[in-house]
């Protein structure tokens, strides 16, 4: 069956940066975009960006809000996601989520990796 | 960017009783609108997509309805499983947005 797991939990100074793995099992990787997606303590939902997996693109859509700090990536060799956030501040801790998407609603999500950004 | 201004933020209700939620698009976004559950500690879970169209698995009690700019997402009759935290989100252009989300209390 479809599972995307992530990696563990992560504690990162400010100013540091921090990347978050998604590997994808029960489905072609390469056919779905990759969409990432985070939630700060007590906050709701907010989109980050997506990344397309096809071995001929990797294209990335990110947020205006994160150009120029995060960086989407892919191995289609092993089915897995990347999620790179630069000069991390205070308010960057929140739980990161990958999310697949299937005509544009994500049918599928990683379980969350919280990243906790303390001095 | 498109906003979605969800409503109410909170809702309090009873085991058996009828809930919407309403979900108002800054632009004409089609149907392209999903609905999601959360509840605490854990992933969202899809409900609903393409405004209307129930995910696999989601028990019949969860409808949406809508197009265009105004949409519902409703509960026939409220289980006490059902309280959660209720997102809709728009994929109909980038940037992706998701509503303030309304957090669902029984009484």
């Known amino acids: 069956q479809v599972q995307l797991v992530q990696s563990g939990a992560e504690v990162k100074k400010p100013g540091a940066s921090v990347r978050v793995s998604c590997k994808a099992f029960g489905y072609t990787f390469t056919a779905y975009y990759m969409h990432w997606v985070r939630q700060a303590p007590g906050q709701g939902l907010e989109w980050m960006g997506r990344?397309?997996?096809?071995?001929?693109?990797?294209?990335?859509n990110y947020a205006q809000k994160f150009q120029g700090r995060v960086t989407m990536t892919r191995d289609t060799s092993i089915s897995t996601a990347y999620m790179e956030l630069n000069s991390l501040r205070s308010d960057d801790t929140a739980v990161y989520y990958c999310a697949r998407a299937s005509s544009g609603s994500y049918n599928y999500w990683g379980q969350g990796t919280l990243v906790t950004v303390s001095s | 960017d498109m906003q979605m201004t969800q409503s109410p933020s909170s809702l309090s209700a009873s085991v058996g009783d009828r809930v919407n939620i309403t979900c108002q698009a800054s632009?004409?976004?089609?149907?392209?609108l999903s609905w999601y559950q959360q509840k605490p500690g854990k992933a969202p879970k899809l409900l609903i997509y393409?405004?209307?169209n129930l995910e696999t698995g989601v028990p019949s009690r969860f409808s949406g309805s809508g197009s265009g700019t105004d949409f519902t997402f409703t509960i026939s009759s409220l289980q006490p499983e059902d309280i959660a935290t209720y997102y809709c989100?728009?994929?109909?252009?980038?940037?992706?947005?998701f509503g303030q989300g309304t957090k669902l209390e029984i009484k």
């Open positions: 393409d405004a209307s």
């Open positions: 990344i397309n997996p096809n071995p001929n693109s990797g294209g990335t």
């Open positions: 632009q004409d976004i089609s149907h392209y």
């Open positions: 989100q728009q994929y109909n252009s980038l940037p992706r947005t």
